[in-house]
């Protein structure tokens, strides 16, 4: 299984940015896909609209096996390093586990 994230870069505070994350491979039952991201010297923290002020929006399309991050008015303490998360069943019976993709990095400049 591996997870292909794209989408991140260098963006002036106050811009967008989309990310996109595919999963691929052996994949037969996706129970869900989302964000994390770790700044330098932190800890990887779950991103979600309700904790970005609402200026971050995920969106799933599972049968495509793909999750989006739109993320708006983007401000210099969202510089960090994007994951994308999957937890993911490869047979019938088999345990849904969790993958990561590489990576994106993402940089506000102010």
């Known amino acids: 299984v591996q997870l292909q994230a794209s989408g991140g870069g260098l963006v002036q505070a106050g811009g967008s940015l989309r990310l996109s994350c595919l999963a691929s491979?052996?994949?037969?039952?996706?129970?869900?896909m989302g964000w994390y991201r770790q700044a330098s010297g932190k800890q990887r923290e779950l991103v979600a609209h309700?904790?970005?002020?609402?200026r971050f929006t995920i969106s799933r399309d599972i049968l495509k096996k793909t999750v989006y991050l739109q993320m708006n008015n983007l401000k210099p303490e969202d510089t960090a390093v994007y994951y994308c998360?999957?937890?993911?069943?490869?047979?019938?019976?088999?345990?849904?586990?969790?993958?990561w993709g590489e990576g994106t990095q993402v940089t506000v400049s102010s």
């Open positions: 998360n999957a937890q993911i069943s490869q047979g019938m019976g088999y345990p849904f586990m969790h993958y």
């Open positions: 491979g052996s994949i037969f039952r996706i129970n869900d």
């Open positions: 309700s904790t970005s002020g609402g």
